[in-house]
């Protein structure tokens, strides 16, 4: 990642939005790491199998700063940093959050829910409990079932719902991003929800389901 007119942004993509708290977020916990001990080398015990690992890398403005952080099967933490170069026993609290980050954890979790709900009209939904079509004139501004001839009070639809129901949708935010390779699980969407605007313009898209297993994914360079 690259700070690029006070903005956090990936070399890679560029056009992928960032949470930028989450970003400053890392930086300052980076920043307030103490360590537990000083070492004059690499304890003994610590040089076997490793069961997680870190590599970060900063660049300053006149100098590059990086460290190797790694975590022993005896849960011990070791980093190694350079200019100024120094051994460390780290504590491994400390430590967890920067173990197999990615770049996805780093994607702003609002982003796919953003979308102009003031200008909604029409809401497509075919799940597997329901399925229905609402508009919404402009002039009266009432919601209504399409191809309903009943008045809204004989529908009995509640407008504060439907109204309210927009506005958590585009509150929401993601929970967790699935890398690619974790998508293979979604193949069949079993739900799907369609938001429109007046002239049938689509500003909304959304379909879950089915359940899809997450998969344990190892760290790599953002």
Do not use: C
Not at 10 to 33: A, G
Not at 84 to 108: N, S
Not at 142 to 159: A, H, N, R, T
């Amino acid at each position: 990642m690259i700070n690029k007119d006070n903005k956090w942004i990936s070399i890679k993509n560029p056009e992928l939005k960032l949470d930028q708290n989450k970003v400053r977020e890392i930086l300052t916990s980076l920043n307030e790491i103490h360590a537990k001990d000083f070492l004059d080398k690499v304890p003994e015990q610590a040089t076997g199998k490793t069961s997680l690992k870190a590599n970060i890398s900063l660049k300053l403005k006149d100098k590059t700063w990086s460290t190797e952080v790694k975590q022993f099967v005896d849960k011990s933490v070791v980093g190694v940093t350079s200019d100024p170069q120094f051994i460390l026993k780290l504590d491994p609290g400390q430590m967890d959050k920067f173990f197999g980050m990615t770049l996805v954890g780093f994607r702003d979790r609002k982003e796919p829910f953003d979308f102009q709900n003031l200008s909604v009209r029409r809401i497509e939904m075919n799940t597997k409990l329901k399925k229905m079509i609402l508009t919404k004139e402009t002039k009266k501004e009432i919601w209504q079932l399409e191809g309903e001839v009943k008045s809204p009070q004989e529908q009995k639809l509640d407008q504060n719902a439907i109204r309210n129901f927009i506005m958590r949708l585009s509150d929401s935010s993601v929970t967790e991003y699935l890398e690619k390779a974790e998508q293979g699980g979604f193949i069949n969407p079993e739900n799907k929800i369609v938001l429109k605007d007046e002239g049938g313009k689509v500003l909304y898209d959304l379909s879950w389901g089915p359940t899809v297993k997450k998969k344990s994914l190892v760290g790599r360079e953002l």
